[in-house]
């Protein structure tokens, strides 16, 4: 089993920048890719961006890329995502998740790619 953590969720203003952190612990030797998602009030969870194992590959949806960056130390066991210029529509809960399968492509936005999930962590943008 793997446990992951998210944190570095709060309230901040448009244009302002956050930056979450997910923790994992267990049998953190299987995690390939690692990624998050996000839930905002009354809409589906939506992907956001996923990193590969060795952190050369990453993915973003389209709303984020420019803005978000993920990164990953896996000496740490640790997946971020640095969140800038955050407007309004970035508001939600923060999903972190983790692979033990090899994903690419468009299969690395898809929530079946995903074996673990952390409980989340809440981001409120203010307009």
């Known amino acids: 089993q793997v446990q992951l953590r998210e944190s570095g969720g709060g309230l901040v203003q448009a244009g302002g920048s956050l930056r979450l952190s997910c923790g994992a612990s267990?049998?953190?030797?299987?995690?390939?890719?690692m990624g998050w998602f996000r839930r905002a009030p009354g809409k589906e969870q939506e992907f956001v961006a996923a990193?590969?194992?060795?952190?050369?590959?990453?993915y973003y949806t389209d709303s984020v890329k420019g803005r978000f960056s993920i990164s990953r130390d896996n000496a740490k066991n640790t997946v971020y995502l640095q969140m800038n210029s955050l407007e309004p529509e970035d508001t939600g809960a923060y999903y972190c998740?983790?692979?033990?399968?090899?994903?690419?492509?468009?299969?690395?936005?898809?929530?079946?790619?995903?074996?673990?999930w952390g409980q989340g962590t809440q981001v409120t943008v203010s307009s």
């Open positions: 990193i590969s194992r060795s952190g050369g590959t990453t």
């Open positions: 998740t983790a692979a033990l399968k090899y994903c690419s492509g468009y299969d690395c936005y898809a929530r079946s790619s995903y074996d673990y």
């Open positions: 267990g049998r953190t030797f299987g995690i390939l890719g």
